[in-house]
């Protein structure tokens, strides 16, 4: 049973615009929230993270939410850059030594 | 700067053949983490480490096996290659002060 979903395995996005990833939980325990960026032949790279007594984080051009009630959160990218084209990971945890990831969802940032 | 290195970045090996998997870190992290990761899936996590002399199985079932005699190395080792551990493996690790894993840049692995 999967814990964290990653529903849309890929996302389309114009340069200058909004991105917008969605992750949804099942886990109510969970209480640490982390993205990861990963390039194709490279490892995942850390973007940010939230923790549950938080709502939302920022971080320059990426914003995390968090709806606990819901078990949702997103990452939005603004403005989205061709750069920004990878694939994000979702990831969370129980504030243990393991993170539960979800599936990635592929952007693409064209011009 | 997260400095954590694997070697090789890619490798093709005949099923039976003996292998093992560098990662290193030079960040002093006690915890230690293998990944395994197929195309469009999710990361799975294999093996950890809190420290030196300390070795966890993780959620996936795996037929490997890791080794933690100094801090800076966490080898992962396959005694017989079968087709099925054709895979992207990645090694991670982070300090424990933070939530945060730092990860390599991968080995993939094909066997014949």
């Known amino acids: 049973d999967q814990q964290v979903k990653q529903n849309s395995p890929s996302l389309s996005v114009q340069e200058g615009r909004i991105s917008i990833l969605n992750c949804d939980y099942t886990?109510?325990?969970?209480?640490?929230f982390l993205w990861y960026k990963k390039y194709p032949a490279e490892g995942p790279t850390f973007l940010i993270s939230i923790s549950s007594i938080k709502d939302k984080n920022e971080d320059g051009r990426f914003t995390v939410f968090l709806n606990k009630s819901a078990k949702h959160l997103s990452l939005h990218i603004v403005p989205s850059q061709p750069g920004d084209s990878a694939v994000y990971f979702c990831?969370?945890?129980?504030?243990?030594?393991?993170?539960?990831f979800g599936t990635g969802t592929r952007l693409q940032v064209f011009p | 700067e997260a400095d954590i290195y694997q070697t090789p970045r890619y490798l093709v090996i005949g099923t039976g053949k003996k292998i093992t998997l560098e990662c290193s870190q030079t960040?002093?992290?006690?915890?230690m983490y293998w990944y395994q990761q197929d195309p469009g899936m999710e990361l799975h996590l294999i093996h950890y480490s809190y420290g030196v002399n300390s070795t966890e199985k993780g959620d996936l079932s795996s037929e490997s096996t890791v080794s933690r005699i100094r801090t800076e190395h966490f080898p992962l080792t396959l005694e017989s290659a079968r087709p099925s551990h054709t895979s992207q493996y990645l090694c991670a690790s982070r300090s424990g002060t933070s939530y945060e894993q730092y990860f390599g840049p991968g080995t993939r692995l094909t066997v014949t």
């Open positions: 990831a969370a945890t129980e504030m243990t030594d393991k993170l539960i």
């Open positions: 960040m002093g992290h006690d915890k």
């Open positions: 886990n109510s325990m969970f209480d640490y």
